[in-house]
């Protein structure tokens, strides 16, 4: 029953199990949607989907596979061809001539009563009706029935605000930040060590010895360099939420951050006014490397800002060296370095990014792509 | 109700609930799963709880869970400082381990004499191990002592329900196990009965002012963090008893701060959002 909704849901990526799914057979076989679309649509969607942001894939899948009762261009031909034929409007009374042109609803009102005929006679021949329990006239005729206000609802798709796959909020940034942890036992010993207080309790014949150890705590450093103004002013409230979420994560051993525009070389910003700086080398040599080192910004610049020397946007920075030669170093030194592009992945064929992707592995700015960042982050050797 | 072997969940008399709401507990009930329900905060995801305990008159059992619980909280533990202690100045009889068992909030629910309701709030505060090392317990519904050998079977499967605020992924293996439910916030009309449930008091033209202004604050998109449920009821409470009538109310939004916690939305408001509510 319905299982080619299984498969509608699997294509559009929700992550349905067979367990959830015998599960939903199991509620269905006890009476639990009391034989109502609207019922179901609550019920499959309560068994099956389990985080708010797979609720849109849900919805178009549900469209897309219920839906097609409803508005079944097959059907709607087939009453335009029944009326055709003049033959068939004799069995129409004088009155409700005149109201043909009243619309459609009227008309399909008029004449479910003759669809159901017509299916009859049909028999034997495959309907795509047949799979389901419903009948599809009462579904598609009757304008206010509870039937169409499922699939109003899941039409409506105001979850679409909800989906993973796009950018949310500073919280959404807070939870994602917060995998970035790694527990290691550092600090004052100050935790009861309660397994090696009794060992050696026991060893002193029952004399109690406390023993103490360092508590756990995060050892993760999290450097972030972000790309401002110019081509970034668009994604400025974005990368502000980011940057908002690392600043009140209180979870990091150390957290520093700077500013650059479009590409790094001897040195880089210490305000987003750009007025203190600090010297590229000098974080190269004052960091170790075990720091986690986010970039964010578009990566989109002019090809001679990146790969020529005295190539910088501001002419008195007069760089020796070349900005993707300082990325690379940064690359070198430090084993963890990700890059958080806010551009859409459309986009990404601009040469600098092409150019910057070779040497970080660069991920979108959507909650999807900084899960997938940070889990290289952490990810051990 | 009485031709359902199962308990059924009509909602109570302070808590409202949407049909999809009522029936996910139902359905989480009679197939004997876990209830998860996620949903903005103030939506009343752990009232729901209380209410279902209340609605079905169940006792209810509450693990609230905290960053440092881990599963075996849950359970029971072993009081082995309170054996040691003993040991060394004499009370009791240590032999008897049994009496240093100490059942924790599963445990409770497990060997109630009658079915229970039973809570885990805000699962995902813990570790993000913690929901795995629940599943079988959760699943079988029994947990092994092993310091008396001892099985623990629940008598009767208690109704779990299980709140998250979406702060840690929830493993997919748990998931699959869960019926889930996102509680949506209330349209105007639902929040209309919700508000007339706690103050059935309130004269319509101030409720129809109120809910005006408060949705006018939901739209605003610039806020960090939009008003709820609860402050909405809070404000109410607070206009009732300031006397404010629903002229003033609809001049300028007495109280603001009751509705607006974060600084920045409080000077957002007042900056840009002032002219706004007056248009």
């Given at each position: 029953m319905f299982t080619n909704f299984f498969y509608a849901l699997r294509r559009k990526k929700v992550p349905v199990s067979i367990t959830e799914w015998m599960a939903l057979i199991d509620a269905l076989s006890r009476g639990f949607a009391f034989s109502s679309l609207d019922t179901f649509y609550y019920l499959a969607r309560s068994i099956l989907v389990k985080s708010e942001g797979y609720f849109d894939q849900y919805d178009s899948a549900f469209e897309e596979y219920f839906g097609g009762i409803e508005t079944s261009e097959r059907f709607r031909d087939e009453v335009l061809e029944w009326l055709k034929y003049p033959v068939n409007r004799i069995e129409l009374t004088e009155n409700e001539v005149p109201q043909l042109g009243g619309g459609f609803d009227y008309l399909t009102k008029t004449h479910q009563q003759k669809m159901m005929e017509m299916r009859e006679r049909r028999d034997g021949e495959a309907s795509?009706?047949?799979?389901?329990?419903?009948?599809p006239e009462r579904i598609r005729f009757g304008g206010t029935s509870i039937y169409k206000s499922a699939l109003q609802v899941a039409k409506e798709r105001k979850f679409r605000n909800y989906r993973s796959d796009v950018v949310l909020d500073v919280r959404s940034f807070q939870t994602a930040l917060k995998r970035l942890r790694r527990l290691s036992r550092i600090g004052?010993?100050?935790?009861?060590?309660l397994d090696a207080t009794i060992d050696h309790t026991c060893k002193n014949a029952g004399d109690l010895e406390f023993k103490w150890r360092r508590a756990r705590k995060n050892a993760v450093k999290l450097l972030l360099f972000m790309d401002v103004g110019g081509s970034m002013s668009p994604y400025a409230k974005l990368c502000g939420r980011l940057f908002s979420a690392a600043h009140a994560a209180t979870h990091f051993k150390d957290f520093k951050y700077y500013y650059f525009h479009n590409c790094i070389y001897d040195s880089v910003f210490e305000d987003i006014e750009r007025n203190e700086f600090t010297n590229t080398s000098h974080l190269l040599n004052t960091l170790d490397s075990d720091y986690k080192v986010i970039f964010l910004g578009d990566a989109c610049m002019g090809d001679e800002e990146l790969t020529m020397k005295y190539g910088a946007i501001y002419y008195y920075e007069r760089n020796e060296v070349p900005g993707i030669v300082w990325f690379q170093r940064i690359s070198d030194h430090f084993k963890r370095v990700v890059w958080l592009n806010p551009e859409d992945l459309s986009e990404w064929n601009h040469p600098t990014i092409k150019m910057i992707r070779r040497i970080f592995p660069m991920f979108e700015l959507t909650l999807e792509g900084l899960d997938a960042a940070i889990s290289m982050l952490i990810a051990r050797y | 109700m009485s031709e359902r072997k199962f308990d059924r969940f009509m909602g109570t008399q302070k808590y409202i609930v949407s049909e999809p709401l009522q029936n996910a507990v139902n359905v989480a009930i009679a197939l004997q799963r876990p209830l998860l329900v996620k949903g903005e905060p103030g939506t009343g995801k752990t009232l729901l709880a209380h209410n279902i305990a209340l609605g079905l008159d169940k006792e209810l059992i509450v693990w609230n869970i905290k960053s440092t619980s881990t599963a075996q909280d849950g359970l029971y533990i072993y009081d082995t400082v309170q054996r040691l202690n003993d040991s060394r100045f004499g009370d009791g009889d240590v032999s008897d381990i049994k009496q240093y068992i100490k059942l924790g909030k599963l445990g409770m629910a497990f060997t109630h004499s009658e079915r229970v309701v039973l809570i885990l709030d805000e699962i995902d505060k813990a570790d993000v191990e913690f929901p795995n090392d629940l599943l079988n317990e959760l699943d079988e519904m029994s947990f092994h002592i092993h310091e008396t050998n001892e099985t623990i079977n629940a008598k009767h499967r208690p109704i779990v329900v299980i709140t998250s605020n979406s702060e840690k992924e929830l493993p997919d293996a748990f998931l699959r196990r869960c019926i889930f439910h996102y509680i949506e916030f209330p349209d105007e009309t639902l929040m209309e009965e919700i508000v007339m449930v706690h103050f059935p008091e309130i004269k319509t033209n101030l409720l129809r002012e109120v809910l005006k202004k408060f949705y006018l604050l939901r739209g605003i998109n610039e806020f960090r963090k939009k008003p709820s449920t609860s402050e909405l009821l809070d404000w109410i409470q607070a206009l009732i008893a300031g006397g404010i009538s629903y002229e003033e109310v609809s001049d300028e939004i007495p109280f603001l701060g009751v509705l607006l916690k974060k600084e920045t939305d409080y000077e957002h408001f007042i900056s840009k959002g002032a002219e706004a509510s007056r248009a």
């Amino acid at each position: 029953m319905f299982t080619n909704f299984f498969y509608a849901l699997r294509r559009k990526k929700v992550p349905v199990s067979i367990t959830e799914w015998m599960a939903l057979i199991d509620a269905l076989s006890r009476g639990f949607a009391f034989s109502s679309l609207d019922t179901f649509y609550y019920l499959a969607r309560s068994i099956l989907v389990k985080s708010e942001g797979y609720f849109d894939q849900y919805d178009s899948a549900f469209e897309e596979y219920f839906g097609g009762i409803e508005t079944s261009e097959r059907f709607r031909d087939e009453v335009l061809e029944w009326l055709k034929y003049p033959v068939n409007r004799i069995e129409l009374t004088e009155n409700e001539v005149p109201q043909l042109g009243g619309g459609f609803d009227y008309l399909t009102k008029t004449h479910q009563q003759k669809m159901m005929e017509m299916r009859e006679r049909r028999d034997g021949e495959a309907s795509s009706f047949d799979s389901y329990d419903v009948d599809p006239e009462r579904i598609r005729f009757g304008g206010t029935s509870i039937y169409k206000s499922a699939l109003q609802v899941a039409k409506e798709r105001k979850f679409r605000n909800y989906r993973s796959d796009v950018v949310l909020d500073v919280r959404s940034f807070q939870t994602a930040l917060k995998r970035l942890r790694r527990l290691s036992r550092i600090g004052p010993e100050d935790e009861l060590d309660l397994d090696a207080t009794i060992d050696h309790t026991c060893k002193n014949a029952g004399d109690l010895e406390f023993k103490w150890r360092r508590a756990r705590k995060n050892a993760v450093k999290l450097l972030l360099f972000m790309d401002v103004g110019g081509s970034m002013s668009p994604y400025a409230k974005l990368c502000g939420r980011l940057f908002s979420a690392a600043h009140a994560a209180t979870h990091f051993k150390d957290f520093k951050y700077y500013y650059f525009h479009n590409c790094i070389y001897d040195s880089v910003f210490e305000d987003i006014e750009r007025n203190e700086f600090t010297n590229t080398s000098h974080l190269l040599n004052t960091l170790d490397s075990d720091y986690k080192v986010i970039f964010l910004g578009d990566a989109c610049m002019g090809d001679e800002e990146l790969t020529m020397k005295y190539g910088a946007i501001y002419y008195y920075e007069r760089n020796e060296v070349p900005g993707i030669v300082w990325f690379q170093r940064i690359s070198d030194h430090f084993k963890r370095v990700v890059w958080l592009n806010p551009e859409d992945l459309s986009e990404w064929n601009h040469p600098t990014i092409k150019m910057i992707r070779r040497i970080f592995p660069m991920f979108e700015l959507t909650l999807e792509g900084l899960d997938a960042a940070i889990s290289m982050l952490i990810a051990r050797y | 109700m009485s031709e359902r072997k199962f308990d059924r969940f009509m909602g109570t008399q302070k808590y409202i609930v949407s049909e999809p709401l009522q029936n996910a507990v139902n359905v989480a009930i009679a197939l004997q799963r876990p209830l998860l329900v996620k949903g903005e905060p103030g939506t009343g995801k752990t009232l729901l709880a209380h209410n279902i305990a209340l609605g079905l008159d169940k006792e209810l059992i509450v693990w609230n869970i905290k960053s440092t619980s881990t599963a075996q909280d849950g359970l029971y533990i072993y009081d082995t400082v309170q054996r040691l202690n003993d040991s060394r100045f004499g009370d009791g009889d240590v032999s008897d381990i049994k009496q240093y068992i100490k059942l924790g909030k599963l445990g409770m629910a497990f060997t109630h004499s009658e079915r229970v309701v039973l809570i885990l709030d805000e699962i995902d505060k813990a570790d993000v191990e913690f929901p795995n090392d629940l599943l079988n317990e959760l699943d079988e519904m029994s947990f092994h002592i092993h310091e008396t050998n001892e099985t623990i079977n629940a008598k009767h499967r208690p109704i779990v329900v299980i709140t998250s605020n979406s702060e840690k992924e929830l493993p997919d293996a748990f998931l699959r196990r869960c019926i889930f439910h996102y509680i949506e916030f209330p349209d105007e009309t639902l929040m209309e009965e919700i508000v007339m449930v706690h103050f059935p008091e309130i004269k319509t033209n101030l409720l129809r002012e109120v809910l005006k202004k408060f949705y006018l604050l939901r739209g605003i998109n610039e806020f960090r963090k939009k008003p709820s449920t609860s402050e909405l009821l809070d404000w109410i409470q607070a206009l009732i008893a300031g006397g404010i009538s629903y002229e003033e109310v609809s001049d300028e939004i007495p109280f603001l701060g009751v509705l607006l916690k974060k600084e920045t939305d409080y000077e957002h408001f007042i900056s840009k959002g002032a002219e706004a509510s007056r248009a």
